[in-house]
């Protein structure tokens, strides 16, 4: 699971770097940055925000132009196999 969390991690980074700043995405960020360092656990309830937040802003991304939309998506991928 911690490998997975930090190849998410990489993933939402590169995507926040590449494509800009969005407010939702960086809170996701802060959550799964709790998590993987142990602070927080992460439940069911929570894993479907992110899922659906990661969607929403590829999209966005997808809309402004941003080529490096997909990582998000490949980061949803990962967090699903969780």
């Known amino acids: 699971m911690r490998a997975r969390l ?3 991690l990489v993933l939402i980074r590169t995507t926040l770097l ?3 700043k969005h407010p939702r995405l960086e809170q996701v ?3 799964l940055e709790e998590v993987y360092e142990g602070v927080s656990y992460l439940d069911e309830e929570t894993l479907e925000y992110i899922v659906e937040v990661l969607d929403e802003v590829a ?3 997808k ?3 941003c080529l490096d939309y997909h990582l998000l998506e ?3 991928d990962v967090l699903e196999r969780l």
């Open 6 to 8: 930090s190849d998410a």
């Open 29 to 31: 960020l802060a959550i």
């Open 63 to 65: 809309v402004r132009g």
């Open 59 to 61: 999209g966005i991304f």
């Open 74 to 76: 490949q980061a949803r």
């Open 18 to 20: 590449s494509c800009g």
